[in-house]
């Protein structure tokens, strides 16, 4: 009667694992901070929240979900941010290495805030990207210059530095906070860059990708090939015309258009 057993078992599994069984087949239901998940655990569905960020699949989003509030804050703080952009960078070296030509207009671009100098401190007090985006506390922040330098990025920056690369910082911040910035910027590590440019009079209104692509054709109208482009947001990198390579550093806690 040894045969019977399996039917057994099979009749069992049917009974508590029915195939069709809805709950199975229901995902996720996405209506920016209200999130909720039926079948996986918060954090499974976090990590593919933050999948959706760094690929760009979810497009413009508001703020953080709530639920992922501590999520985020893990990963920040966690090894798991420093390694991620370490590995960013490992890629992005060795790269530079093959395409440096050295006839002196090899450029390399890298965007500021998450891209070379870590605002974690702020973010951890704000909610880690939870709650609205405040520019008068932002710009209170940004006065102190207390941002430090993510560590992949200021080891990257100086290796392409010593290349012979031509760097250049372009941020979304404006010309009203030059000096701050840039006062930030070495006391976190930087020097030596070859242009640090800032949103001007005329750059106002534009979003940061129109911002920035029309940066990278006046580069390009100057002769610089532009090998490289660092940034935390997608909009640091795409729009024509782009660098030859684009290097995606992560940041699950905003979204800039
Ligand atoms: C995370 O790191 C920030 C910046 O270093 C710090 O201010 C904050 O207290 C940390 N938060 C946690 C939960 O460890
Ligand atoms: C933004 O932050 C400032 C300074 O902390 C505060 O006075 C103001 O009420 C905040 N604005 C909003 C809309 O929360
Ligand atoms: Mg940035």
């Known amino acids: 009667m040894g045969f019977l057993y399996p039917l057994v078992i099979l009749s ?9 069984s809805s709950s199975r087949r229901t995902l996720f239901f996405h209506g920016g901070s ?6 996986t655990s918060t954090d499974a569905y976090c990590n593919s929240w933050m999948y959706s960020v ?6 413009d989003w508001p703020t ?31 790269f530079a290495k093959d395409a440096f030509t ?17 605002n974690l401190h702020y973010y951890a007090e704000n909610g880690y990207g939870s709650e609205i985006f405040n520019e008068t506390k932002w710009n209170e922040w940004v006065l102190l210059s207390a941002a430090t330098a993510l560590p992949a990025s200021l080891e990257l920056y100086n290796n392409l530095k010593s290349l012979g690369f031509k760097i250049m910082i372009l941020t979304g911040r404006g010309e009203e906070q030059r000096e701050i910035t840039q006062k ?3 006391r976190a590590g930087y020097s030596g860059w070859e242009k640090f440019i800032l949103r001007g009079d005329g750059d106002g209104g534009k979003t940061n990708v129109k911002y920035k ?7 390009e109208s100057e002769g610089y ?33």
């Open 12 to 20: 069992i599994l049917l009974i508590f694992f029915p195939f069709d």
């Open 34 to 39: 209200t999130t909720t998940t039926t079948t």
């Open 54 to 59: 760094e690929t760009n699949n979810i497009g």
């Open 64 to 94: 953080i979900p709530i639920i992922c509030q501590s999520f985020v804050a893990g990963y920040m703080n966690g090894t798991r941010y420093l390694s991620d952009s370490k590995v960013v960078a490992s890629y992005s070296l060795a």
């Open 102 to 118: 050295g006839g002196g207009k090899d450029a390399w671009i890298f965007d500021v805030d998450e891209t070379l100098i870590s």
């Open 184 to 186: 930030n910027l070495n």
């Open 213 to 219: 692509s029309e940066k990278r054709a006046m580069l």
């Open 225 to 257: 090939t532009i090998h490289g482009c660092s940034g935390d947001q997608w909009s640091d990198l795409s729009d024509s015309p782009t660098a030859k390579r684009s290097f995606k550093l992560p940041n699950p806690m905003y979204y800039i258009a």
